[in-house]
């Protein structure tokens, strides 16, 4: 590793993940310790039945019903977002260890061939959502409203998917390199193996990490933590 990838795709890693740690630790607990309210915030209608109640939250927390009910374009692209990115975040798996029975199932050509043709169609349909947060910042209201975190939040989400959408179009890697890579860093042994090491991708690759890094880092501290409070606030609602 040359010390710029050695920095930003080793060290940073790990600073990244322990500050994700204890600031999301910390933001949790003093969730727990704030004061709770006499009162009961239910909104109606609401279930009778804690089966009800836990379905409802559920609803409300992966399907954003309330976003529908006011901008139905806004929650079309919310949808395709997240969907996209928990696909997404789930076949970055394979990174650290391959998905054994869907590979016996499909045999390794037929699960590689689906990895790409699969990463390749999301890498392409999540930026239009990413795109979309970030043009509609610029017309009212949520010119009005938006702050100078919003655009940070989005120009490195653009960041990650540029990044990571070059690696899959234009570099020769294979996931066995990258999964040497993720089990370097697992050993805390941080090293590109000798097929990333030489190629002339390896900066991108240094770049994509470094921006999941930044990513991760302010992650706790954002107002993307409403990703983990919707839960506690949809349960809230439903009480």
Not at 63 to 83: N, R
Not at 185 to 214: M, R
Request: net charge positive; proline share 5%; hydrophobic share 55%.
């Amino acid at each position: 590793m040359d010390m710029f990838s050695f920095i930003a795709a080793g060290i940073m890693v790990y600073i990244a993940i322990a500050v994700f740690i204890i600031g999301m630790t910390f933001r949790i607990i003093s969730w727990f310790r704030a004061p709770k309210s006499p009162v009961r915030l239910g909104l109606f209608p609401k279930p009778k039945t804690g089966v009800g109640r836990f379905f409802k939250v559920l609803k409300d927390s992966f399907l954003f019903p309330q976003s529908y009910s006011v901008d139905k374009v806004t929650w079309i692209f919310a949808i395709v977002f997240h969907g996209s990115l928990l696909v997404i975040l789930l076949a970055h798996f394979r990174l650290v260890h391959e998905f054994t029975p869907l590979a016996n199932l499909l045999g390794m050509d037929r699960m590689n061939a689906l990895s790409a043709i699969g990463g390749k169609t999301l890498g392409i349909i999540i930026i239009f959502p990413v795109l979309f947060y970030l043009f509609r910042r610029f017309m009212s209201p949520h010119k009005d409203l938006s702050v100078p975190e919003d655009y940070f939040l989005v120009i490195i989400l653009i960041l990650i998917i540029a990044f990571g959408d070059h690696l899959r179009f234009f570099a020769d890697f294979h996931v066995e390199d990258y999964r040497q890579y993720v089990q370097s860093l697992l050993v805390f042994k941080p090293a590109y193996p000798e097929a990333i090491a030489n190629s002339s991708s390896k900066i991108v690759l240094s770049l994509h990490v470094l921006s999941v890094n930044i990513f991760v880092l302010y992650f706790p501290f954002s107002k993307l933590m409403h990703i983990i409070g919707t839960f506690a606030a949809n349960k809230v609602r439903s009480e």
